[in-house]
């Protein structure tokens, strides 16, 4: 069977993503909109209600506009937006969160979390769950991401010669410093945090790729677990997952000069998980594709999901 799949939003930086990816599928056949029509919303109205899956590509307040014009109740929606991932009428697409994947399966509205969001909830989520983590623990996460997280703007920025020059954009630059940052509800809510988390994102100078750091202090740990015992939770739960790979323990072998590779699950769906410390500090860290799983290798996911397909279908782990 073939599916009618129309990506509003497609000449954006996920949305052109999506399009590579799907434009190799034998089972979706993609609707375009001509760029000269792609703000009519008559025209987008008709694409939209055409289509069995609609990928909102979008700014949040587009991306309500067009959920809003979708009229026929045999369209499923999958919005990569900030928009919808605290809506409880929405089902928040991360496959890999216990009992998750089988809402997936059958929603008619999924949201693609955010980047920074997947790695801290894939970080955190099961040691929450599983009493090792209390809720109300005071967690800091820093993020690291490649420019490509700005979209088009902050690639076309990072890739002048005399712009990226002219603003020192060769050094790393934290940025939300002065505002709450999009993504902290998401984390907090599909975590079960009693109090939002502490959050620093950074932008630097290459493309793509994000890693996540988080802090955890065994004396402020019910158990006063320890980093090894913190990695063999992670272990078990993730244990059979496609896409989610907890790295031996202490990784030094994955490590180059001792320093932590951000980009190496570049151009896949895959995240990766470490666990460094020792009986006092733990730190977990998780890399992956900002573009892939943190964006459209995310979505895909979700698609295959709604789809019946396999999960990993023309996804690389």
Not at 144 to 151: E, R
Not at 170 to 177: A, E, F, G, H, T
Request: proline letters at 5%; one cysteine or more; charged letters at 20%.
């Amino acid at each position: 069977m073939r599916y009618n799949v129309f990506i509003d939003g497609q000449e954006g930086t996920t949305g052109l993503k999506l399009q590579d990816a799907l434009a190799q599928r034998s089972d979706v056949e993609l609707i375009s909109i001509d760029s000269d029509k792609r703000k009519d919303q008559e025209e987008r109205r008709k694409h939209l209600n055409h289509a069995d899956i609609v990928f909102l590509c979008l700014p949040d307040g587009a991306a309500r506009e067009s959920a809003s014009l979708v009229t026929n109740p045999n369209t499923r929606i999958i919005d990569t937006s900030t928009a919808f991932r605290t809506d409880k009428n929405w089902v928040y697409g991360l496959p890999e969160i216990e009992q998750q994947r089988g809402r997936i399966r059958s929603a008619a509205r999924v949201s693609v979390p955010g980047c920074h969001a997947t790695g801290l909830i894939l970080s955190l989520r099961p040691l929450i769950d599983h009493g090792i983590v209390p809720h109300d623990y005071p967690i800091s996460c820093t993020s690291i991401t490649g420019y490509s997280g700005a979209g088009r703007s902050g690639i076309e920025e990072y890739e002048n010669p005399s712009l990226a020059a002219s603003k020192l954009l060769n050094v790393p630059r934290p940025y939300s410093l002065l505002s709450k940052h999009k993504h902290i509800p998401e984390m907090q809510l599909l975590t079960g945090l009693t109090y939002e988390p502490s959050f620093t994102p950074v932008k630097a100078s290459f493309k793509q790729g994000i890693a996540t750091s988080i802090p955890l202090f065994s004396r402020l740990l019910p158990r006063r677990s320890s980093a090894q015992e913190i990695h063999e939770a992670l272990s078990i739960y993730y244990e059979g997952e496609p896409f989610v790979r907890v790295m031996p323990y202490d990784s030094q072998a994955y490590l180059e000069d001792g320093h932590f590779l951000i980009t190496a699950c570049n151009n896949t769906n895959r995240l990766d998980l470490f666990v460094f410390g020792h009986d006092e500090k733990t730190t977990i860290m998780a890399r992956y594709d900002n573009l892939g799983k943190g964006a459209s290798g995310a979505a895909i996911q979700n698609l295959n999901l709604m789809l019946g397909c396999d999960e990993d279908y023309c996804l690389q782990a």
